[in-house]
């Protein structure tokens, strides 16, 4: 089979892709899906294990009531119809990951169905356009274990030994599966992106998991076909599996297009097949024979009632549902005079949260805005942490903010204020107080400071007396300078004009 790829622009023009993705969300609940086992994320390997979700002999499975109800809210938020009466199955397969040899999941009798997410993807030239991407299903199960396999290659071929983690086995998942995407052209990569970014955040805005992927507790596998342009056909697709990040997503896309297109025009035919993701290349590798449903052995759970979610139930979940997120995103894009790129870094900085509660605090929208995208992403930027995740809390941030606005700091020493918080030196108030931060306004240590900025600086001085009040920045400096950043800049450009007139 051939390994080069076709140049992408190349091959939408000749081919028609068609997208399917298969969405992994790992439910925040503080128990697994069907023991009792805790779900902390990092303890150490197989400490978080019992006989349940190991599938020892004799014992007995138990739904989780709080994870069936985050995916009735998933459903709802997905427009889908809620089962009245569903159930679970077992999936046979021999996989090391899954200690019982099968996975208990959902196949014919999911417990949601038939619904829509629509996708606002960003124009080259600004705007956006609406997609809708239909959900064939979106059901219950269990996630499996987490193998490592030990060697050069991170592959279980060329190995020198494999472990197995169970902590992960038996987390409850929903699993949000799309029908086929098509008509898309050259945004195929664009569309699939937009999905799962929007996907992520309605799952976050309903509470039911952090969404992390970096922790692989929402994880995309990216199906992809292509077929001749104009055939309305589907062609053979191919699985990109655990896809944990929005720019793979796109990227996993943009290369199989081109890896499939160049497999057709050599005369080949595309196997059905899982694909590997390879973060660091940007390239997949052939993983094994893509199995169908046949190949599982579906059956139903025989340890497991039936779900049957009464309507009473469903419509109070549908009371708790959340604003949906595109909703919000507008609303508050319109309050906050925000523009449409502004609105973007926002949401794609992981800051829309921590801005409107900074905003309820008392700070105006472009402030917090600033402080967020600022100061404050390149502190967790460089510490390769989420902004969500930094010692500081919006109120903080709304603080340091009105001690700028009444001229208790200015911006230099408002970051210093911000990076003592970050230290655990305590509020911004304490901060200020214990550093000694606070602006010099006082007139006499301003005049002082200004009369030996004067004296050092002659010929400055004399192109102010001469009418160049512009050239009063220099001595302000050099004042700023002298105070160590201290001073209030307004006052000692009063004072210098009041000398040099």
């Given at each position: 089979?051939?390994?080069?790829?076709?140049?992408?622009?190349?091959?939408?023009?000749?081919?028609d892709?068609a997208?399917?993705?298969?969405?992994?969300?790992?439910?925040?609940?503080?128990?697994?899906?069907?023991?009792?086992?805790t779900?902390?994320?990092?303890?150490?390997?197989?400490?978080?294990?019992?006989?349940?979700?190991?599938?020892?002999?004799?014992?007995?499975?138990?739904?989780?009531?709080?994870?069936?109800?985050?995916?009735?809210?998933?459903?709802?938020?997905?427009?889908?119809?809620?089962?009245?009466?569903?159930?679970?199955?077992?999936?046979?397969?021999?996989?090391?990951?899954m200690?019982?040899?099968?996975?208990?999941?959902?196949?014919?009798?999911?417990?949601?169905?038939?619904?829509?997410l629509?996708?606002?993807?960003?124009?080259?030239?600004?705007?956006?356009?609406?997609?809708?991407?239909?959900i064939?299903?979106?059901?219950?199960?269990?996630?499996?274990?987490?193998?490592?396999?030990?060697?050069?290659?991170?592959?279980?071929?060329?190995?020198?030994?494999?472990?197995?983690?169970?902590?992960?086995?038996?987390?409850?998942?929903?699993?949000?599966?799309?029908?086929?995407?098509?008509?898309?052209?050259?945004?195929?990569?664009?569309?699939?992106?937009?999905?799962?970014?929007?996907?992520?955040?309605?799952?976050?805005?309903?509470g039911?998991?952090?969404?992390r992927?970096?922790?692989?507790?929402?994880?995309?596998?990216?199906?992809?076909?292509?077929?001749?342009a104009?055939?309305?056909?589907?062609?053979?697709?191919?699985?990109?599996?655990?896809?944990?990040?929005?720019?793979?997503?796109?990227?996993?896309?943009?290369?199989e297009v081109?890896?499939?297109?160049?497999?057709?025009?050599?005369?080949?035919?595309?196997?059905?097949?899982?694909?590997?993701?390879h973060?660091?290349?940007?390239?997949?590798?052939?993983?094994?024979?893509?199995?169908?449903?046949?190949?599982?052995?579906?059956?139903?759970?025989?340890?497991?009632?039936?779900?049957?979610?009464?309507?009473?139930?469903?419509?109070?979940?549908?009371?708790?549902?959340?604003?949906?997120?595109?909703?919000r995103?507008?609303r508050?894009?319109?309050?906050?005079?925000?523009?449409?790129?502004?609105?973007?870094?926002?949401?794609?900085?992981?800051?829309?949260?921590?801005?409107?509660?900074?905003?309820?605090?008392?700070?105006?929208?472009?402030?917090?805005?600033?402080?967020?995208?600022g100061?404050?992403a390149?502190?967790?930027?460089?510490a390769?942490?989420?902004?969500v995740?930094?010692?500081?809390?919006?109120?903080?941030?709304?603080?340091?903010?009105?001690?700028?606005?009444?001229?208790?700091?200015?911006?230099?020493?408002?970051?210093?204020?911000?990076?003592?918080?970050?230290?655990?030196?305590?509020?911004?108030?304490?901060?200020?107080?214990?550093?000694?931060?606070?602006?010099?306004?006082?007139?006499?240590?301003?005049?002082?400071?200004?009369?030996?900025?004067i004296?050092?600086?002659?010929?400055?001085?004399?192109?102010?007396?001469?009418?160049?009040?512009?050239?009063?920045?220099?001595?302000?400096?050099?004042?700023?300078?002298?105070?160590?950043?201290?001073?209030?800049?307004?006052?000692?450009?009063?004072?210098?004009?009041?000398?040099?007139?």
């Amino acid at each position: 089979m051939s390994d080069t790829l076709v140049d992408y622009d190349d091959a939408v023009s000749r081919y028609d892709p068609a997208l399917g993705l298969e969405v992994h969300v790992e439910l925040g609940t503080a128990t697994k899906m069907f023991c009792g086992c805790t779900t902390a994320f990092g303890a150490e390997p197989n400490t978080q294990t019992c006989p349940t979700c190991l599938g020892l002999p004799g014992s007995m499975p138990v739904a989780n009531r709080t994870a069936v109800e985050s995916a009735i809210r998933i459903g709802l938020a997905l427009g889908c119809s809620i089962s009245e009466d569903c159930r679970f199955a077992r999936k046979n397969y021999f996989y090391p990951d899954m200690p019982k040899n099968f996975q208990t999941s959902q196949y014919d009798e999911p417990i949601a169905f038939d619904g829509f997410l629509d996708v606002d993807v960003p124009l080259e030239g600004g705007g956006t356009e609406t997609v809708r991407v239909e959900i064939e299903r979106a059901h219950m199960e269990e996630d499996t274990g987490k193998s490592l396999h030990v060697g050069t290659s991170g592959r279980i071929h060329g190995a020198d030994y494999s472990l197995v983690d169970y902590n992960r086995a038996g987390i409850p998942l929903i699993e949000i599966v799309t029908r086929p995407v098509t008509g898309l052209g050259a945004r195929a990569p664009e569309v699939a992106r937009a999905y799962v970014a929007q996907l992520r955040d309605l799952i976050v805005a309903l509470g039911v998991s952090d969404a992390r992927m970096d922790q692989g507790s929402i994880r995309a596998d990216v199906n992809l076909s292509l077929a001749p342009a104009g055939s309305g056909t589907l062609g053979t697709r191919t699985e990109t599996k655990n896809v944990n990040s929005l720019r793979s997503v796109e990227r996993a896309v943009r290369y199989e297009v081109g890896r499939h297109a160049a497999v057709l025009d050599a005369g080949e035919k595309v196997f059905q097949e899982t694909r590997h993701w390879h973060e660091d290349t940007g390239i997949t590798t052939a993983g094994r024979e893509k199995s169908d449903a046949d190949d599982y052995r579906y059956f139903p759970e025989p340890d497991l009632v039936p779900v049957a979610p009464s309507r009473e139930w469903v419509e109070e979940l549908r009371g708790t549902l959340p604003e949906p997120p595109n909703v919000r995103r507008a609303r508050l894009q319109e309050a906050w005079g925000f523009s449409e790129l502004e609105m973007r870094d926002t949401v794609g900085a992981g800051a829309l949260d921590l801005i409107e509660q900074t905003v309820a605090d008392g700070a105006a929208p472009q402030a917090a805005r600033k402080w967020w995208l600022g100061e404050l992403a390149r502190r967790a930027n460089d510490a390769g942490t989420e902004l969500v995740d930094l010692a500081v809390t919006p109120a903080d941030v709304a603080r340091v903010q009105a001690l700028v606005e009444e001229g208790t700091v200015n911006d230099k020493l408002a970051r210093q204020v911000l990076e003592g918080v970050l230290a655990g030196e305590g509020t911004p108030d304490e901060v200020v107080a214990a550093r000694g931060l606070a602006v010099v306004s006082d007139d006499g240590a301003l005049s002082a400071a200004v009369d030996e900025a004067i004296a050092a600086n002659p010929d400055v001085a004399d192109k102010i007396r001469d009418g160049k009040v512009a050239a009063a920045g220099a001595l302000i400096g050099a004042v700023m300078k002298q105070m160590k950043g201290q001073a209030d800049a307004a006052r000692v450009r009063e004072l210098i004009l009041e000398k040099l007139s």
